[in-house]
T-cell receptor
Framework: QQQVKQSPQSLIVQKGGIPIINCAYE??????FPWYQQFPGKGPALLIA?????SEKKEGRFTISFNKSAKQFSLHIMDSQPGDSATYFC?????????????FGQGTELSVKP | EPEVTQTPSHQVTQMGQEVILRCVPI?????FYWYRQILGQKVEFLVS????????KSEIFDDQFSVERPDGSNFTLKIRSTKLEDSAMYFC???????????FGSGTRLTVV
């Protein structure tokens, strides 16, 4: 019940394409869903996050879509660029959790071809 | 922009040896974490630390692991007797507000031989 399942494992798109990465969770107590971007040799960096009271959040070229009834959320990258090539992790947590533990998905390695 | 600093960036150790991984969190942050990432796998939670005590720990964080905030700036992870399966990238993170505002360090790659 603590798992977050992420797909696909890897994704290749052409520059300008719209990669979509999907995540699903089981624990309905989760109420905070961030996405992290990780470049080789670096730690994960927060990209965008959503709470379940909204169905969509957009920041620049990055959009999270959230479906509470299906317990799924996804990341869309508009007008993708080669510089977006990285590994993307979804995560989930409980806002009221004093510890602040994040449960990560398995990661998606995105490659954007010029 | 404030950073979480981890040292060393890479450590090689013999199986059975003790290692200490060091982290300097962002100065006004109150929540501290360790995560690990085995090569090619997902990032896994190890432990959270708040108000000078462990808030939560995972099943991975057994008696071989300990954390300490020895002074006002450092946060360390000690592995008492390393095993081959401890080889991973270890990330320190800090936050000023729990799950919000996490900042991860660049990690320490631990190789146990």
């Amino acid at each position: 019940q603590q798992q977050v399942k992420q797909s696909p494992q890897s994704l290749i798109v052409q520059k300008g394409g719209i990669p979509i990465i999907n995540c699903a969770y089981e624990n309905t107590a989760f109420d905070y869903f961030p996405w992290y971007q990780q470049f080789p040799g670096k730690g994960p960096a927060l990209l965008i996050a959503i709470r379940p009271d909204v169905s969509e959040k957009k920041e620049g070229r990055f959009t999270i879509s959230f479906n509470k009834s299906a317990k799924q959320f996804s990341l869309h990258i508009m007008d993708s660029q080669p510089g977006d090539s990285a590994t993307y992790f979804c995560a989930a947590s409980r806002f009221g959790n004093q510890g602040g533990k994040l449960i990560f998905g398995q990661g998606t390695e995105l490659s954007v071809k010029p | 922009e404030p950073e979480v600093t981890q040292t060393p960036s890479h450590q090689v150790t013999q199986m059975g040896q003790e290692v200490i991984l060091r982290c300097v969190p962002i100065s006004n942050h109150l929540y501290f974490y360790w995560y690990r990432q085995i090569l090619g796998q997902k990032v896994e939670f190890l432990v959270s630390f708040y108000n000078n005590e462990i808030s939560e720990k995972s099943e991975i964080f057994d008696d071989q692991f300990s954390v300490e905030r020895p002074d006002g700036s450092n946060f360390t992870l000690k592995i008492r007797s390393t095993k081959l399966e401890d080889s991973a990238m270890y990330f320190c993170a800090s936050s000023d507000s729990g799950i919000y505002g996490y900042t991860f360090g660049s990690g320490t790659r631990l190789t146990v031989v």
